[in-house]
Nanobody, 124 residues
Framework: QVQLVESGGGLVQPGGSLRLSCAASGFTLDNYAIGWFRQAPGKEREGVSCISSSDGTTYYADSVKGRFTISRDNAKNTVYLQMNSLKPEDTAVYYC?????????????????WGQGTQVTVSS
């Protein structure tokens, strides 16, 4: 059974850091491009970052560029999202997802498998 499980969310003060993990079971993550998405209350889900399965190409939303870093550890079958300099506007449920394509994409409809999400709250 294909499954993605996010972890690492929580409550953090503005300026703080969190590292989200996306662990896969039932398939090998390194064969697929992986994306991180988020949905804040009352807003549509948006793309945050993605990483290709082939050459490690990454993309970031402008709102997180320079603060977030996506990476993958194929030996652990896990993709990470390191989030630094967090802002209150980063508060959202964060989801990871996998697409059958190797190229990184922020197009949500390209993603077939989704995790259940992990809550990130940035507040003082």
């Amino acid at each position: 059974q294909v499954q993605l499980v996010e972890s690492g969310g929580g409550l953090v003060q503005p300026g703080g850091s969190l590292r989200l993990s996306c662990a896969a079971s039932g398939f090998t993550l390194d064969n697929y491009a992986i994306g991180w998405f988020r949905q804040a209350p009352g807003k549509e889900r948006e793309g945050v970052s993605c990483i290709s399965s082939s050459d490690g190409t990454t993309y970031y939303a402008d709102s997180v560029k320079g603060r977030f870093t996506i990476s993958r550890d194929n030996a652990k079958n896990t993709v990470y999202l390191q989030m630094n300099s967090l802002k209150p506007e980063d508060t959202a449920v964060y989801y990871c997802a996998a697409t059958i394509f190797v190229a990184a994409t922020m197009a949500q409809d390209e993603y077939l498998w989704w995790g259940q999400g992990t809550q990130v709250t940035v507040s003082s």
